[in-house]
Every structure is written in C-alpha cells, then in structure tokens.
Nanobody
Framework: VQLQASGGGLVQAGDSLRLTCTAS????????VGWFRQSPGKEREFVAG????????VYQDSVKGRFTISRDRYEHTVYLQMNILQPEDTAVYYC?????????????????WGQGTLVTVSS
C-alpha cells in the first residue's frame, strides 16, 4: 500500500489547513488510519486515528476540538482538518495505515507510511 500525504504549508497562528492522505489500493478502505507528526528533536507522536468505516475516531489531547479526522472510503482518502493552528503544531505530518480495521496510538502497529508533509505555523 502506497500512501501520499499532502496539504502542508506555512500558515499563521489561528489559521487552518486540511491534510489529505491518499492510498494506492482499495485495501486502504478497510483499514484503520492514523496521522502522526514529528518535530525536530522530538519523537514521532500520534495525532489522530480513524477506524475503517469512519465511525470511531481518537485524538491526542492537545488537538481535541481543533483537529478533525475523516475519511472517504470510496476515494481511498483520509483527511485531517486542522483549525486554530498553533506554533507548537509545527511538524512533519505523516499518515499511516494499519493491518487491522482500527487505528492505534502506537506507531509500531502501522506497517505502511506516507512520506510526510510539512506544516509550519508562525506566531
């Protein structure tokens, strides 16, 4: 499964961005998907996850109420809508798909990763 993450850019604090993760295979539609991010000098951290049918979503506490993960199974696409962005949200954002129908906060459970898209939030 090949994943392509896009939508990053340079924005100001308080602005919004929508990240898109597109998969190359239909199998993506039956798997959980997670968004992770990594800032310089920090470990990769979980941001949000969504199960195979989009019913169940989970978020890191720091993004709850600001970020929304969603998916279009028929277009093999998962979105991360990011609102009220803050400088601490600056990172390379990665999407990943699991082997199961559910997402996980544990990056080691995701065998397939996209290349990442850079989000920079200026103050």
């Amino acid at each position: 499964v090949q994943l392509q993450a896009s939508g990053g850019g340079l924005v100001q604090a308080g602005d919004s961005l929508r990240l898109t993760c597109t998969a190359s295979r239909r199998a993506f539609s039956n798997n959980g998907v997670g968004w992770f991010r990594q800032s310089p000098g920090k470990e990769r951290e979980f941001v949000a996850g969504i199960n195979w049918n989009g019913v169940h979503t989970v978020y890191q506490d720091s993004v709850k109420g600001r970020f929304t993960i969603s998916r279009d199974r028929y277009e093999h696409t998962v979105y991360l809508q990011m609102n009220i962005l803050q400088p601490e949200d600056t990172a390379v954002y990665y999407c990943a798909t699991s082997r199961t129908a559910y997402s996980s906060r544990d990056a080691s459970t995701y065998p397939y990763w996209g290349q990442g898209t850079l989000v920079t939030v200026s103050s």
